[in-house]
């Protein structure tokens, strides 16, 4: 195991700017342990992704910017596709973050994966009823199912693998059985969608884990469950949070530092306290909140897909009927 002590010397102290789609509140803790460690300032800008991406486009070559941080790997594939990134040849992150969760290209690398998986009310359902995402499309869930809205980029991410995966046609008509079953309308977000199940007005739903893990922690009776999907086929979804260095970047080599260190032992497990997701690096384990959810059978698709179909996914669900 590579330790802290491997990259530390002189060389480090110098500074790093970070763009930033994660929450500051979140982040920033770990990146000024990064800096007690190393000496590296590290200047941070925070805004959603879009604002970033429209940023590192409008700024060009004359960018300050030498990492870029963000979620959902459709947002990577963007930034990717649009040239703001460039690849990283790195033993430590190729040792560390398994070939799914990273560009092909080496030009992004997933920091924390995220699950998105099916909850229910295990006082009116059991686990033996339930199976895979497609089978939520079941008359036996006719109003039944809630979901979080379509306009969300985890629900086209996910829609995006489910095509990669199974073809349009099928995925079509999977959504359009979603939306058949709906218990009301679609919610804005995950955490309404968990307290609507936990309220009874819908039994089943789709969510990101660390949801119901931050309402469990508040509430550790809370009275929904979860089920890990499609465990008997291709295995549950999985997205990511991740980074790449930007193509302008003014410092590569301790934006590639950074990068490499947000992969190690010590800040993986500062991802998996602190918001609940899980590491994307497998030799580090979850907290004692995601264990209790047991081990689970990932999908091993490359999740840069869920950026090169967001676009066809986009379309299907507004064909789909689902908002």
């Known amino acids: 195991m590579l330790s802290l002590a491997a990259f530390s010397g002189s060389a480090w102290a110098d500074t790093v700017t970070v763009y930033s789609a994660r929450n500051e509140q979140l982040l920033k803790p770990l990146l000024d342990r990064y800096t007690k460690e190393t000496g590296t300032e590290i200047k941070l800008l925070t805004a959603n992704e879009g604002a970033l991406l429209a940023r590192l486009n409008a700024e060009g070559p004359s960018t300050p ?7 959902d790997a459709g947002n990577l594939w ?3 596709q649009q040239g703001q990134l460039q690849p990283l040849k790195s033993s ?10 990273r560009d092909p290209g080496n030009q992004w690398f997933g920091l924390s994966v995220r699950a998105r998986t099916i909850v229910y009310n295990p006082q009116s359902v ?6 895979t995402y497609e089978d939520l499309g079941n008359p036996k869930w006719k109003g039944k199912l809630c979901l979080r809205t379509s306009k969300k980029v985890y ?8 095509i990669n995966e199974l073809g349009e046609a099928k995925t079509e008509a999977i959504v ?13 977000d995950d955490t309404a969608l968990l307290k609507a199940i936990a309220a009874g007005q819908c039994q089943v739903g789709i969510v990101n884990t660390y949801y119901l893990g931050r309402l469990l922690v508040k509430e550790p009776q809370f009275p929904v469950a979860l089920f890990w999907a499609n465990q008997n086929g291709s295995g549950a979804h999985v997205n990511v949070s991740g980074a790449g260095v930007t193509r302008h970047a003014k410092n590569v080599a301790g934006a590639q530092k950074l990068i490499e260190y947000l992969s190690m032992d010590a800040a993986q497990n500062f991802y998996v306290d602190e918001d609940l997701e ?3 690096n497998p030799k580090v384990k979850p907290n004692s909140i995601i264990k ?7 999908n091993l698709l490359n999740v840069s897909k869920a950026g090169e179909l967001q676009s066809a996914a986009t379309r299907l669900m507004d064909r789909a009927g689902y908002k």
Do not use: E
């Not at 058949?180 to 919610?187: E, G, H, I, P, S």
């Open 65 to 71: 910017a030498d990492v870029l941080i963000t979620v």
């Open 176 to 188: 359009k059985s979603w939306v058949a079953n709906l218990a009301t309308d679609v919610f804005p």
């Open 292 to 298: 209790q959810w047991g081990p689970f059978k990932q």
């Open 155 to 162: 629900n086209q991410s996910l829609i995006a693998m489910m």
């Open 278 to 280: 899980f590491p994307a």
């Open 78 to 80: 963007l930034a990717a």
């Open 92 to 101: 430590i992150l190729s040792a560390n973050i398994p070939a799914h969760l």
């Open 126 to 131: 059991r686990p033996s009823d339930l199976s």
